[in-house]
């Protein structure tokens, strides 16, 4: 049991970590589980002196299964040729079976003193083989495979004897073949097909001498002590049953044979495009979302009528289908079909889809992207706009360093280095929060003179009159000494013409008073002033 769990364990890993684009690949796979119901016949005789019982001529109905992993060694069909054949070699463990041969058999020993019943065999087989062969699509979703195999056919017999099981196991070899015609249901998984099949199993090897329990030492002997079946056979020379299988990669001979008019038609457009190199897989992908090349749930491609003219449309479509090559045939015959229709005006490749680029590599936020973009395009108006987006990404990564530290000494270095950064209110916030966790007098009065007009202004002046302490961590950290006294004020002078002037003291020249002159001389008066700034007044 435990060899045949690790068998199919096998199989079941061998089909599952293949993963591939089929499509393109054309590898392909193929895991089934077949059911043939049969009856199995056993021929066997008790080879003992002691027990005294009948010859054993049984017939047991049995549904042996078959779990079996294919796998194509080649590439095929061959690209160039519409050859509607796979090759096959596999792995398969077939005629998994099991039951009880007999129950309640009556025997006894060769004294005749005494007589039992109730004593059971049973028995469990299996072939592990390897299996080589072909499949040929004969149309649309109908498939017949061939197979022939070679192997072990082990026998595992359970003898039940006095509350006792006692097995044993021999094997002999085997040899089948197999054919099936199968037919795909639907696509569970991209490129992997359901299927269901009728299978017919042809077995040429017979099964004789096979031992059933080896010959019992002194003592009560088991009733079948010693048994050998002579053969074991299928009463009919056939088996037929149901097949379910997965396909992974199936290709149908009318798929087949439209992606070689895709293949041919590709290599037109590549040879006729003016384009000088292929496009990227960024730009495929760009193409694929601004320009919807994909089937919708109706199996059409969307109306971009409105977004697009015909012969942007058919521009980039041929652009397109030259060099990203869809792998959904489907869609693929589809986007051909539109070239072909005549509802677009076709011309050369000339589109630029810059307008899309810019708009994505700016919401991005990637540096690799727009760098990009700038090799693409090194003439774009728009570089500047690039240029200063990579800057502020660049002075954004020295400006989370600055936050890591968290600290006056950096944040006012920061703004020192960068009065015009993009990051001023960011510092400025990081400044404020780190005066109000430490509640100085004096830090709250270097922001207010740092930060004359800031955001936070009202909240440190109402802060300013409550905080007790006077050191500044601020001076501290920076290890500068700030000045916070207000500035004093700048002395104003009045304007002579607009009030009256005193009698001025001037040597040896006599005092003059105020009078009719000087109203009637002000501009005299002014450029007077202007020339003594300090005036002494007389007593």
């Known amino acids: 049991m435990r060899r045949l769990l690790l068998t199919l364990s096998l199989l079941a890993a061998a089909a599952t970590t293949q993963a591939a684009d089929y499509e393109r690949s054309n590898w392909r796979q193929q895991l ?8 199995l016949n056993f021929k066997g005789a008790v080879h003992d002196d002691r027990i005294i019982m009948d010859d054993i001529n049984e017939d047991l ?9 294919l796998w194509s060694p080649l590439i095929t069909p061959a690209w160039k040729a519409d050859i509607p054949f796979t090759i096959w070699l596999g792995l398969e463990v077939n005629s998994i079976q099991f039951g009880t041969i007999v129950d309640n058999a009556k025997y006894e020993y060769d004294t005749g003193t005494q007589t039992r019943d109730g004593e059971e065999l049973s028995f469990m087989a299996y072939a592990p083989s390897v299996v080589a062969g072909f499949s040929v699509n004969l149309v649309g979703g109908l498939d017949f495979r061939a197979l022939g ?4 056919h082990f026998f595992s017999f ?3 004897y006095s509350g006792n099981i006692e097995q044993y196991t021999d094997f002999t070899y085997t040899a089948f073949v197999s054919g099936a015609l199968e037919y795909r249901i639907t696509e569970v998984f991209q490129d992997v097909d359901l299927k269901v099949g009728l299978n017919v199993r042809k077995e040429f090897m017979s099964y004789e001498d096979i031992k059933a329990r080896k010959k019992d030492g002194p003592g009560t002997p088991s009733p079948y002590s010693g048994l050998t079946f002579d053969k074991i056979e299928y ?22 044979k439209m992606r070689f008019a895709l293949h041919d038609r590709d290599a037109v457009l590549r040879e006729n495009s003016e384009v000088k190199d292929t496009l990227s897989d960024w730009d495929c992908m760009a193409i694929e979302r601004d320009y919807r090349f994909y089937l919708d749930e109706d199996g059409q491609l969307p109306d971009m009528s ?7 449309f058919a521009d980039v479509l041929e652009s397109y289908l030259a060099f990203c090559h869809p792998a959904d045939l489907a869609t693929k015959e589809q986007l051909y079909a539109t070239l072909d229709s005549g509802k677009v005006e076709l011309k050369e490749y000339q589109v630029r889809q810059e307008d899309s680029r810019f708009d994505q590599v700016m919401a991005s936020n990637d540096p690799e992207m727009l760098e990009m973009f700038l090799q693409y395009y090194p003439d774009s108006p728009r570089r500047a706009e690039v240029e200063n987006k990579l800057k502020s990404l660049g002075e954004y990564d020295k400006f989370r360093a600055i936050q890591a530290q968290n600290t006056f000494k950096a944040y006012l270095s920061y703004l020192n280095d960068n009065p015009n950064g993009a990051f001023r209110d960011e510092a400025e916030a990081g400044i ?16 207010l003179k740092r930060f004359p007009n800031g955001k936070y202004v009202d909240e440190a002046r109402a802060a300013l009159n409550e905080s007790q302490q006077e050191t500044s961590i601020i001076e501290y950290q920076t290890g500068e000494t700030y000045n916070t006294d207000p500035e004093p004020e700048q002395p104003t002078y009045e304007d002579p013409a607009e009030e009256p002037e005193e009698e001025e003291v001037e040597e040896p020249a006599p005092t003059k008073k105020k009078g009719k002159k000087a109203a009637k001389k002000p ?7 202007a020339k003594k700034p300090a005036k002494k007044k007389k007593k």
Do not use: C, H
Request: glycine share 8%; aromatic share 18%.
């Open 32 to 39: 089934y589980l077949q059911a043939e119901p049969a009856f």
């Open 61 to 69: 109905f049995t549904v042996p299964l078959s779990v079996g992993y």
């Open 149 to 152: 195999g070679f192997g072990f």
């Open 158 to 160: 359970y003898d039940d």
């Open 235 to 256: 009463k009919w020379p056939v088996r037929i049953g149901l097949e379910v299988s997965l396909d992974f990669g199936r290709e149908s001979r009318r798929d087949r």
């Open 306 to 312: 409105e977004a697009y003219t015909r012969t942007q």
């Open 432 to 447: 404020f929060e780190l005066v109000k966790a430490g509640n100085r007098k004096k830090d709250y009065e270097i922001y």
């Open 523 to 529: 501009a005299k008066k002014a450029k007077k002033a």
